[in-house]
C-alpha cells in the first residue's frame, strides 16, 4: 500500500514510525512532514496539509490508497471530505465530525443530545449576556473560546475581571474566527485523564492509556505547552474507567453523530476530569495526543497500518489492537524561549550514538547537511524498559546525551511512577 500521512510534528514521526513496521506498506508520503519522517519515506514538503484540492491532487500523482491524518488542522479544513467525495479512503473524520474538537458549542450540543456527563456550560456571541452570565455566577470562571485556538484559547480564574477580560479579548478576535462565540462553563475539580479511540461505523476501540505534562517546569510550574513528556501505561486508569468512558462518552457521542448523518472514522480523544460527581468530558479532538501517541505507538504490537486501513474501509469487524508489556516514557527536549518565542536555527548534537531509545522529531529541519531546530518541541525522547522506571531511566540518560544550546526539559516525567509495570 502506498500511504499518505499528513502532519509533521512528534506524534506524526511515530504514527509514520509505526506504520512503517507493516507488512503491508509498500511506500510512506508524509506531507509536510519532518526530518525524522524523512527517514521512513518521501516527504512531500511543499504541499500544503490543509489545502483540501491540494491534498486530492498530491494523492492522484503519488497513487495513494489510504491518508492517515494526524492534526486536527486538515479534517476541520475539510480534507476528509475531498478525499471521501474523490473515493479515496482516509482515516480521520469529516469537517462536520471534526467540530467535536473545532467547535466547543458544537461538542456540548453533542453531548447534551447523547447525556455524555460534562460541565454546565452556556454560549454566547455578544458581549453583555456574557458578562450578565459572568456577573451571576461565582468563581472560578472558565471561559473558552469556541473554536481552535492551538489550545490557547482557555481560562480558568477566580477573577471576575479577568474572565471578562477574555471573553472582549475572544470576541474582538484574540483568537481570530475561534473567538466569535465563548463558551462560558461551570468549574470542575479532579484529576484530568484522556482516553484515546480509533473509531469507524459506530465502534470505539479503546487504546491503553497515556499521560502527558502540560506545564514547561518541574512540579508542574511554568506556563502551559503543548506538552513536555508523558509516560504509558499509566496506572491510576483502569480497565473499569476506560470501559465507564466507552460505554459512556464514546460509543453515545458516536451514535449522537450518527443520528445526525455524521459518519466518524479516526481517533477519538476525551479528556476527562475525575470529579467527585464521577467523570465529566472536559473536551473532545478528533486527533490522537501529542505527546502521547509517541508512548503508545511503540507499544503497539498488532499491524496499525491493518487497522487504520480496515478502519477506513470495510469497517472494524474483526480488527482489534494488541499491546506490549513494555513501559514507555517520553521527555520533550524544548527549545530555549519555549512556549513564547522559541529560539529557531539551533544546531542539535549527540543523536547518532544513542541506544535503547526512539527518538521522534517535532521542530527539527535540515540546514546545509546540519539538523537544527525549527520549532519550540523540538525532539521527543522515548525510552522504554519493562516498567516505567527503567523506561525513565533510559529517556533521560539520552536526554542529557542530546544537545543543542538552550535546551530545555522537565526532570519529573513519570517521576512518580516509577514501579508501574504493563
Ligand atoms: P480544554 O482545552 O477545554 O480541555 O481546556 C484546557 C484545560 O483547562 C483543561 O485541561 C483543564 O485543565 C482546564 N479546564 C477546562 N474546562 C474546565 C472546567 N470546566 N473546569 C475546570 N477546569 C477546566
Ligand atoms: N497532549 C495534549 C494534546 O495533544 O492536546
Same mark, same amino acid.
Request: proline share 5%; hydrophobic share 40%.
Given at each position: 500500500?502506498?500511504?499518505l !500521512?499528513?502532519? $509533521?510534528?512528534?506524534?506524526?514521526?511515530?504514527?509514520?514510525?509505526?506504520?512503517?513496521?507493516?507488512?503491508?506498506?509498500?511506500?510512506?508520503? @508524509?506531507?509536510?512532514?519532518?526530518?525524522?519522517?524523512?527517514?521512513?519515506?518521501?516527504?512531500?514538503?511543499?504541499?500544503?496539509?490543509?489545502?483540501?484540492?491540494?491534498?486530492?491532487a498530491l494523492?492522484?500523482?503519488?497513487?495513494?490508497?489510504?491518508?492517515?491524518?494526524?492534526?486536527e488542522g486538515p479534517?476541520?479544513?475539510?480534507?476528509?471530505?475531498?478525499?471521501n467525495a474523490?473515493?479515496?479512503p482516509?482515516?480521520?473524520?469529516?469537517? &462536520?465530525?471534526?467540530?467535536?474538537?473545532?467547535?466547543?458549542?458544537?461538542?456540548? %450540543?453533542?453531548?447534551?443530545a447523547?447525556?455524555?456527563?460534562?460541565?454546565?456550560?452556556?454560549?454566547?456571541?455578544?458581549?453583555e449576556t456574557?458578562v450578565?452570565?459572568?456577573?451571576?455566577?461565582?468563581?472560578?470562571?472558565?471561559?473558552?473560546?469556541?473554536?481552535?485556538?492551538?489550545?490557547?484559547? +482557555?481560562?480558568v480564574?477566580?477573577?471576575?475581571?479577568?474572565?471578562?477580560?477574555?471573553?472582549? /479579548?475572544?470576541?474582538?478576535?484574540?483568537?481570530?474566527?475561534?473567538?466569535?462565540?465563548v463558551?462560558?462553563e461551570?468549574h470542575?475539580t479532579?484529576d484530568?485523564?484522556?482516553i484515546?479511540?480509533?473509531? &469507524?461505523?459506530?465502534?470505539?476501540?479503546?487504546?491503553?492509556?497515556?499521560?502527558?505534562?502540560?506545564?514547561l517546569?518541574?512540579?508542574?510550574e511554568?506556563?502551559?505547552? /503543548?506538552?513536555?513528556?508523558?509516560?504509558?501505561?499509566?496506572?491510576?486508569?483502569?480497565?473499569?474507567?476506560v470501559?465507564?468512558?466507552? +460505554?459512556?462518552?464514546?460509543?453515545?457521542?458516536?451514535?449522537?453523530l450518527a443520528?445526525?448523518?455524521?459518519?466518524y472514522?479516526?481517533?477519538?480523544?476525551?479528556?476527562?476530569?475525575?470529579?467527585?460527581?464521577?467523570?465529566?468530558v472536559?473536551?473532545f479532538?478528533?486527533?490522537?495526543?501529542?505527546? %502521547?501517541?509517541?508512548?503508545?505507538?511503540?507499544?503497539?504490537? @498488532?499491524?496499525?497500518?491493518? +487497522? !487504520?486501513?480496515?478502519?477506513?474501509?470495510?469497517?472494524?469487524?474483526?480488527h /482489534?489492537?494488541?499491546?506490549?508489556?513494555?513501559?514507555?516514557?517520553?521527555?520533550?527536549?524544548?527549545?530555549?524561549?519555549?512556549?513564547? @518565542?522559541?529560539?529557531?536555527?539551533l544546531?542539535?548534537?549527540?543523536?547518532?550514538?544513542?541506544?535503547?531509545?526512539?527518538?521522534?522529531?517535532? $521542530?527539527?529541519?535540515e &540546514?546545509?547537511?546540519?539538523?537544527?531546530s525549527?520549532?519550540?518541541?523540538?525532539?521527543?525522547? +522515548?525510552?522504554? $524498559?519493562?516498567?516505567? $522506571?527503567?523506561?525513565?531511566?533510559?529517556?533521560?540518560?539520552?536526554?542529557?546525551?542530546? %544537545?543543542?544550546?538552550?535546551?530545555?526539559?522537565?526532570?519529573?516525567i513519570? &517521576?512518580?511512577?516509577?514501579?508501574? @509495570?504493563?
Amino acid at each position: 500500500m502506498r500511504v499518505l !500521512l499528513l502532519g $509533521g510534528g512528534g506524534r506524526e514521526h511515530a504514527l509514520g514510525w509505526k506504520l512503517a513496521q507493516s507488512p503491508m506498506l509498500d511506500r510512506l508520503i @508524509s506531507c509536510p512532514g519532518n526530518p525524522g519522517l524523512g527517514t521512513l519515506g518521501d516527504v512531500a514538503a511543499d504541499v500544503d496539509p490543509e489545502d483540501p484540492a491540494a491534498v486530492v491532487a498530491l494523492c492522484r500523482e503519488r497513487a495513494i490508497d489510504l491518508v492517515v491524518v494526524g492534526p486536527e488542522g486538515p479534517l476541520a479544513a475539510g480534507v476528509a471530505d475531498a478525499l471521501n467525495a474523490e473515493g479515496i479512503p482516509v482515516f480521520g473524520p469529516t469537517s &462536520a465530525g471534526a467540530r467535536l474538537e473545532s467547535s466547543k458549542s458544537f461538542a456540548k %450540543e453533542i453531548m447534551a443530545a447523547a447525556e455524555v456527563p460534562t460541565a454546565g456550560s452556556a454560549t454566547f456571541r455578544d458581549r453583555e449576556t456574557a458578562v450578565i452570565h459572568l456577573e451571576e455566577s461565582s468563581g472560578p470562571y472558565v471561559v473558552k473560546a469556541d473554536g481552535l485556538a492551538a489550545g490557547k484559547g +482557555v481560562l480558568v480564574t477566580e477573577s471576575l475581571e479577568a474572565a471578562i477580560e477574555w471573553v472582549d /479579548g475572544c470576541l474582538e478576535g484574540r483568537f481570530g474566527a475561534a473567538g466569535s462565540a465563548v463558551v462560558i462553563e461551570e468549574h470542575l475539580t479532579g484529576d484530568e485523564v484522556s482516553i484515546f479511540y480509533l473509531c &469507524a461505523d459506530g465502534e470505539a476501540i479503546p487504546f491503553q492509556p497515556a499521560r502527558d505534562y502540560k506545564r514547561l517546569l518541574d512540579d508542574d510550574e511554568g506556563p502551559n505547552t /503543548g506538552g513536555m513528556g508523558s509516560f504509558s501505561p499509566v496506572e491510576d486508569i483502569d480497565d473499569d474507567l476506560v470501559d465507564w468512558t466507552t +460505554v459512556h462518552v464514546a460509543l453515545p457521542t458516536l451514535g449522537e453523530l450518527a443520528s445526525r448523518d455524521i459518519d466518524y472514522t479516526g481517533f477519538l480523544y476525551v479528556g476527562l476530569m475525575l470529579t467527585s460527581d464521577g467523570p465529566k468530558v472536559l473536551e473532545f479532538n478528533c486527533r490522537l495526543g501529542d505527546p %502521547e501517541a509517541e508512548v503508545l505507538m511503540p507499544r503497539i504490537t @498488532s499491524d496499525l497500518l491493518a +487497522v !487504520l486501513n480496515a478502519a477506513s474501509n470495510e469497517g472494524l469487524t474483526g480488527h /482489534g489492537v494488541t499491546w506490549s508489556n513494555r513501559a514507555a516514557v517520553d521527555v520533550v527536549l524544548a527549545a530555549p524561549g519555549y512556549p513564547e @518565542s522559541p529560539v529557531k536555527g539551533l544546531r542539535i548534537t549527540g543523536l547518532d550514538h544513542i541506544e535503547n531509545i526512539l527518538v521522534f522529531h517535532a $521542530g527539527t529541519r535540515e &540546514a546545509g547537511g546540519r539538523l537544527v531546530s525549527s520549532g519550540g518541541r523540538v525532539l521527543n525522547i +522515548v525510552g522504554l $524498559g519493562d516498567n516505567i $522506571g527503567e523506561a525513565r531511566d533510559n529517556a533521560y540518560a539520552a536526554a542529557q546525551h542530546i %544537545e543543542f544550546k538552550g535546551k530545555q526539559f522537565r526532570t519529573d516525567i513519570a &517521576a512518580k511512577q516509577e514501579g508501574t @509495570s504493563p
